[in-house]
């Protein structure tokens, strides 16, 4: 089936949607982005975006940090991404891309005096990671970056170097993924995702001013996690309590709820999947799929049928 996407203003098929070698946003990493999912109802013949406003949200307020004057509006945003997946017309869990980026083509590093544009593209998607058997995490080597080094809050292209170098160190080990600590020493997020761990029955992550990103789906859980009685805290976690915990996950679109059965070798409470994390899982692929009245509002159908 073709593929579209959205660029300069105009729906293209994909193979045609491309820029410019000189792209300021290439040549610097001067973009912003989200990763916004798509989940395929089989019950409904509906594909449903999940929480898509507040991901056009955050995609505006990072363009605020990166001095990027947006084109659309929050509407505008939300209704061309829903073309661009109505028109590809997947019957499948898809990955939604939207990127706002420095448009010109020049030389020359600072955020003022140059062009941006907005495009989006979506391909069909399904576990970015092994979400069934628990996740082997190793603490990184590398600090995890500053809020007023990089702005953590802003979803910044740039920003990924330091994931990707924390990621890759993980799986070279031999481990799945990778947990970052602040440079004052307390547990951030996981390389693309938020930190959760459960102690004595209440769910305790750290608090957004730790410099990471304020996560559509750490909301989402939390929010969850109330609804289900689970009393959540948000609090400073030391790398001790990694190995102490009773149980432990990491959020994140792509992640979605990832448990974590090992950190640095040592079993996280007795190395199997927790009943905490299995049932927080559980509902949010429920609420996903919009079989949740009560967070219907969170899916925007694509189809409407
Ligand atoms: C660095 C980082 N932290 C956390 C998250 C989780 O954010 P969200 O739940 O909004 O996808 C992501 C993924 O988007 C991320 O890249």
Redesign the pocket.
Known sequence: MARYAFLRGEFVPMEQAKIGISTHAFLYGTACF??IRGYWSAKEEELFVF?LR??YQ?LLDSCKIMRITPKYSLDELCDITIQVLAKCGDRTDVYIRPVYYKSSETIGVKLTGLEDDFLVFAVPFGEYLDISKGLRCRVSSWLHSEDNAIP?RA?ING??IN?ALAKTEALDDGYDEAIFLSKSGHVA??????FFMVRQGRLITPPVTTG?????????VMELAEDLGIPVVERLIDRSELYLCDEAFL?????QISPIVEVDHRPVGDGKIGPISAKLQQLYFQVVKGEVPRYRHWCTPVYKK
């Open positions: 989200e990763g929480r507040e991901h955050r953590t979803k920003v990924y994931p997020e996981g390389s693309a995702e938020n990471l990103l304020e996560g559509i789906t750490r909301n989402t959020t994140g679109t792509g992640a």
